[in-house]
Structures are given as structure tokens and as C-alpha cells.
């Protein structure tokens, strides 16, 4: 157990829909990260905030927006999903945003599938 | 971010120790080495990382050469448990973000 919580494990939608997807740090990480896997692109780096604010974007489509809040839990919102959505995504946390140490601890991860 | 090349799959007998090379010839002097493995849909597991001297911690050692152009992991007594995707990733000490490849599948075989 990593310590990095995620929610929901599965979720199943349809396309065009809206989804959040909800990460906790682990205790007395300040920076989270989001990516993606899918079957034919690998693991994906999207987003990374730090205490709050943006920090690093990969490779994050529009219709994908990311925050996080003062308790340092992060939520990523994926809209108008389509086929190709479909995927893991992943929650990283780490204690500090870049240098020495950054090592990052991960969630077990969401399992989306547009339907 | 330097790049590394990594054997598509590697097999290793339950119980002797796995060896796994990564290449990363184009690697800078403040880049480092870090190993990560997934555990079949399971969220990637840190491993070990090291700048240039050789590392060991519970799970693993990491052997880099001294021109710091390749590396190798070591799993001293590979168990079914260690049977996974390892990547091997090179990052800055600027750079929050890891850059995942495709890695090396390890297969421990009783």
C-alpha cells in the first residue's frame, strides 16, 4: 500500500459524458501527479501540481482539467469523453515537486471505459 | 530528458538473481537513474534511483557504470512476486515528472 488513495477503481460511462476522478496524497506529500495509460500510448505524464499550483503539463487534452485544493487532494475532470478515453489513470504523490529524492509514490488507479 | 533503451523482455529462474539493463548513453551530468516496476495494471512501484554511485536498498541494487551511460538492477533472489514490467527512467533535478517507456518485462519462472 502506497499510502495514495484514488477514486472511484472503475468507472464506466458513456461518450460525450463528464467525469471526476478524486486522489489523496500520501500524508506530507505536497505534489500529486496524474497520467494515463492506455494499451497503445504507454504511461503518460499529465499534470503535476504542487501545493496548489500548477506545476508541469504534459501531454493533457483540453477537454481535461485538473486541480487541487487546500487539503492537498487533487481531482481530475475528464469532459466529453470519447472512445479513446478509455484508459487507467493513474495518481502520483511525492514530497517535494522536482530535485533529488522526488521519488513518487502511486495509487492504484482508475479504470475508465467509455462506452 | 535523455533517453534509455531497455530489452523488450527478460526470463529469470525463482530463487537467482535477475539482472536488468537499462542504456542511457545520452544521459547528462545532473540526470538520474531511476527504477520503477508495474505489477500487471498495478500502479508503478518505485524501486531504487542513483546519480553515480552504485545504490542498494531492501528491494534491489543498482550498479552504474562509470561513464554513467548504462546502469543494471539487480533483484538478488527474484521471487514469482518480482515478475513485472520494469522501466528505467532518466530525469533532471529539475523535472518533477517521470517519462515512462516501454520498459522490460520480467518473467520469474519457478
Known amino acids: 500500500d502506497s499510502g495514495v488513495t484514488q477514486t472511484p477503481k472503475h468507472l464506466i460511462t458513456a461518450t460525450g459524458q463528464r467525469v471526476t476522478l478524486r486522489c489523496s496524497p500520501r500524508s506530507g506529500d505536497l505534489s500529486v501527479y496524474w497520467y494515463q495509460q492506455s494499451l497503445d500510448q504507454g504511461l503518460q505524464f499529465l499534470i503535476q501540481?504542487?501545493?496548489?499550483?500548477?506545476?508541469a503539463k504534459g501531454n493533457i487534452l483540453e477537454r481535461f482539467s485538473a486541480q487541487q485544493f487546500p487539503d492537498l487532494h487533487s481531482e481530475l475532470n475528464l469532459s466529453s469523453l470519447e472512445l479513446g478515453d478509455s484508459a487507467l489513470y493513474f495518481c502520483?504523490?511525492?514530497?517535494?515537486?522536482?530535485?533529488?529524492?522526488?521519488?513518487?509514490?502511486f495509487g492504484p488507479g482508475t479504470r475508465l471505459t467509455v462506452l | 530528458d535523455a533517453k534509455t533503451t531497455q530489452p523488450t523482455s527478460m526470463d529469470c529462474a525463482e530463487g537467482r538473481a535477475a539482472n536488468l539493463p537499462c542504456n542511457h548513453s545520452t544521459i547528462s551530468g545532473n540526470e538520474y537513474v531511476y527504477w520503477y516496476r508495474q505489477i500487471h495494471s498495478q500502479g508503478p512501484q518505485y524501486i531504487i534511483h542513483g546519480l553515480k554511485n552504485n545504490e542498494t536498498n531492501e528491494m534491489a541494487s543498482l550498479i552504474i557504470t562509470e561513464d554513467r551511460k548504462s546502469s543494471t538492477l539487480i533483484l538478488p533472489h527474484a521471487t514469482l512476486r518480482d515478475t513485472a514490467v520494469y522501466y528505467c527512467i532518466v530525469r533532471g533535478g529539475s523535472q518533477g515528472n517521470l517519462i515512462f517507456g516501454k520498459g522490460t518485462k520480467l518473467s520469474v519462472k519457478p
Open positions: 502520483a504523490s511525492s514530497v517535494v515537486g522536482v530535485g533529488m529524492g522526488n521519488e513518487q509514490f
Open positions: 501540481y504542487y501545493n496548489g499550483e500548477e506545476r
